[in-house]
């Protein structure tokens, strides 16, 4: 069964940084281009960024530039860093299969003073 399960989410002020982790089991991790997503009050459900097998990663424009994917294929994980965070990046966010198919329950970012 393929399990994902994202951690990192948290209360942070406009400016601030967040690095998000998700797990990754039940499928050969290493195979796979994996994805993050994200829920935001004002957009709905939007594409964060990919990252295919051999760590090449390509993000949507609102977010180049301040995020970042990366993953280790020898524990199974796949991170998100969050820079430069603005108010409108609050939202759940998702960690996925490359197309956003299969998803774990998210992990909350809300940037506020």
């Known amino acids: 069964e393929v399990q994902l399960v994202e951690s990192g989410g948290g209360l942070v002020q406009p400016g601030g940084s967040l690095t998000l982790s998700c797990t990754a089991s039940?499928?050969?991790?290493?195979?796979?281009?994996m994805s993050w997503y994200r829920q935001t009050p004002g957009a709905g459900l939007e594409w964060v960024g990919t990252?295919?097998?051999?760590?090449?990663?390509t993000y949507a424009d609102i977010v180049k530039g301040r995020f970042t994917i990366s993953r280790d294929n020898s524990q199974n994980m796949l991170y998100l860093q969050l820079v430069s965070l603005k108010t409108d990046d609050t939202g759940m966010y998702y960690c996925?299969?490359?197309?956003?198919?299969?998803r774990g329950q998210g992990t909350q970012v809300t940037v506020s003073s």
């Open positions: 996925t299969n490359d197309d956003g198919s299969t």
């Open positions: 990252t295919s097998s051999l760590s090449r990663s």
């Open positions: 039940g499928f050969t991790f290493e195979n796979y281009a």
